[in-house]
C-alpha cells in the first residue's frame, strides 16, 4: 500500500513551528510496512490544498491530511478534502453533542458560533473523537482511495492515532513488519556502518538502517512475514550478530529507553547512587537523569560548579590544580568528580568541565574541549574529547557522553568485581 502525507497550515511553510507531526506519522507508516514516496507541505489556501489532494489520491491508495480542522475560517481541509472525493457535508450529532459538553463542562456562559464548522463531516465518514480537543479525526473512503484527516496540534494527533487510527491501519496490511532498534554508544555512524557493512550488503529480509543520533547510533532491523513469530525468526540472527559485533556498546534494544533511563537501571541493579559534578553542562547531566522515573533510587545530588571558587569550595578541587593546569583539565575533572563523590556521599559522581565556546578557546585548549571524569568506589577514570559544532551540541555530546562515561565504569567495574569474588572463591 501507498501512503502519502500532507501537512496542511502556513506557519508550517513560513518555519514558524516545526513540523514533528510527519516525522511522526512517516515512521508509523514505515513501521506497519506502508510504502511512501511522498510528503507535501500546503497553505492555508483551498485551491491550493484541493490540488494537492487531488495529486495525492491519483498516485497513492491513502492520504493522511493533518492540520486544518479546526473552528477558523482558514480552516479548510476538511471541506476541500470532501470537495475533491465529492462527497458532502453533513452535521454530526454526536460531534455535536460532544462539543456541547466540552463547552458546559469548562463553564463557557455561550459557545462562539464558529465552533460549529467543527460538527460537519463528509457523509459517510468514519469519525474519530478527539479526546484531548474539540475537532474530531475523519476516514473517508471512497472508489478504492482513503483519506484520513487528523488534527494539528501534536497532543491531539498522537493519542489519537495510537488509539483509533493504528488498529484501523493494522488491518489494511498485507503482511507484518516487525523492527527491533539496537542503540550504541561509543561510535559514530560511519564506525558503526563500516562494521555492519558486510550484513548492509548483503540484506533482504530483513533490512538494516542506521540513523545518527547525538552521541549514540541507532541500528533498525525491519522484518517482512506472515506473523510475528516469523519475523522475530528473521530478525533474530541478525540481531545476535550485532551483539557479538558491539558487545556492551549496545545499551539497549528497546526503543522507549533512552541512556539515562539504561544508566538508572543499571545503576538500581548495581545498587550504586550517583551524585555529579558539572561546568560547562550547568546541570544538563542531573536534568536527564531526573526525567527518568525512579531516579530518587540512585541519583543523590547534582552540583553545578561553574566557577574556580565553587569548584573549590563544594568539590575540594585544590587550588594548585587550577593554577597548574586550569580549570579545563584532567586533572580537575579527576579532583572534581573524586570530591563530588566524597561530598556527596555517593558510590559514583560523574564530572565535567570543558569550553563550550563560543569564545573562551585558545590554541591549547581549542573551543569543544571537554574533560569528563567518573568516581567509582575510589576509582577514576578521566576521558579528553574534543567535540565539534556550536555551544548547545558541544554540551549535548558531552552529556551523552558523560552518560556512557558512567555506564561503562559501572559494567568494568561490576565485572571486575566478579572476577575478584570468583578468585577469592578459588583460593586466589
Not at 494539528?152 to 494527533?157: A, C, D, I, V
Not at 512475514?225 to 558491539?246: G, M, T, Y
Not at 567535540?387 to 555530546?397: L, P, T, Y
Amino acid at each position: 500500500m501507498t501512503v502519502e502525507l500532507i501537512s496542511v497550515g502556513t506557519e508550517i511553510l513560513m518555519g514558524n513551528i516545526l513540523n514533528s507531526n510527519a516525522r511522526y506519522l512517516a515512521e508509523k507508516c514505515a513501521m506497519l510496512g506502508f510504502n511512501m514516496y511522498f510528503q507535501v507541505t500546503v497553505g492555508d489556501n483551498f485551491g491550493r490544498l484541493q490540488s494537492v489532494i487531488r495529486t495525492a489520491l491519483d498516485r497513492s491508495d491513502l492520504v493522511i491530511l493533518t492540520g486544518g480542522l479546526g473552528p477558523t475560517e482558514d480552516d479548510l481541509t476538511k471541506e476541500a478534502c470532501a470537495a475533491v472525493m465529492g462527497v458532502p457535508l453533513v452535521e454530526d450529532a454526536h460531534t455535536k453533542a460532544l462539543i456541547e459538553a466540552y463547552f458546559r463542562n469548562n463553564i463557557y456562559r455561550e459557545i462562539p458560533q464558529n465552533n460549529w464548522k467543527m460538527t460537519t463531516v463528509p457523509e459517510g465518514a468514519l469519525v474519530l473523537d478527539n479526546h484531548n480537543g474539540m475537532a474530531p479525526g475523519l476516514i473517508v473512503e471512497k472508489n478504492g482511495k482513503t483519506a484520513i484527516l487528523l488534527p494539528g496540534p501534536p497532543g491531539e494527533l498522537y493519542p489519537l492515532f495510537e488509539e483509533q487510527v493504528m488498529p484501523y491501519l493494522q488491518k489494511l496490511r498485507s503482511c507484518v513488519l516487525l523492527s527491533k532498534t539496537m542503540k550504541i554508544c561509543g561510535h559514530g555512524e560511519s564506525q558503526v556502518e563500516s562494521r555492519l557493512l558486510d550484513l548492509i550488503d548483503a540484506q533482504t529480509n530483513p533490512t538494516i538502517a542506521t540513523y545518527a543520533k547525538v552521541g549514540e547510533v541507532h541500528v533498525r532491523l525491519t522484518a517482512s512475514a506472515a506473523d510475528n513469530e516469523s519475523a522475530e525468526a528473521l530478525l533474530e540472527p541478525v540481531a545476535e550478530e550485532i551483539r557479538r559485533r558491539f558487545g556492551t556498546s549496545i545499551y539497549t534494544e528497546e526503543e522507549g529507553v533512552t541512556l539515562e533511563a539504561a544508566l538508572v537501571k543499571l545503576l538500581t541493579e548495581k545498587k550504586l547512587t550517583i551524585s555529579t559534578a558539572e561546568s560547562c553542562t550547568g546541570g544538563m547531566v542531573s536534568a536527564r537523569l531526573v526525567n527518568v522515573p525512579g531516579a530518587s533510587q540512585v541519583f543523590m545530588q547534582g552540583m553545578a560548579t561553574y566557577s574556580n571558587e565553587a569548584k573549590m569550595r563544594l568539590l575540594g578541587v585544590r587550588q594548585e590544580t587550577l593554577k597548574e593546569y586550569g580549570a579545563v583539565s584532567a586533572q580537575t575533572a579527576r579532583e572534581m568528580a573524586a570530591g563530588g563523590a566524597k561530598a556527596a556521599r555517593t558510590d559514583v559522581c560523574v564530572s565535567i568541565t570543558g569550553l563550550a565556546g563560543p569564545g573562551g578557546g585558545s590554541p591549547q585548549k581549542p573551543v569543544g574541549l571537554v574533560f569528563m571524569a567518573c568516581c567509582l568506589k575510589g576509582q577514576v577514570k578521566a576521558e579528553r574529547w574534543q567535540f565539534k559544532g556550536n555551544r548547545e551540541k558541544i554540551r549535548e555530546q558531552s552529556v551523552m557522553k558523560a552518560l556512557d562515561l558512567v555506564r561503562r565504569c559501572v559494567l568494568e567495574f561490576s565485572d571486575g568485581a566478579a572476577q575478584q569474588a570468583a578468585g577469592e572463591e578459588a583460593g586466589l
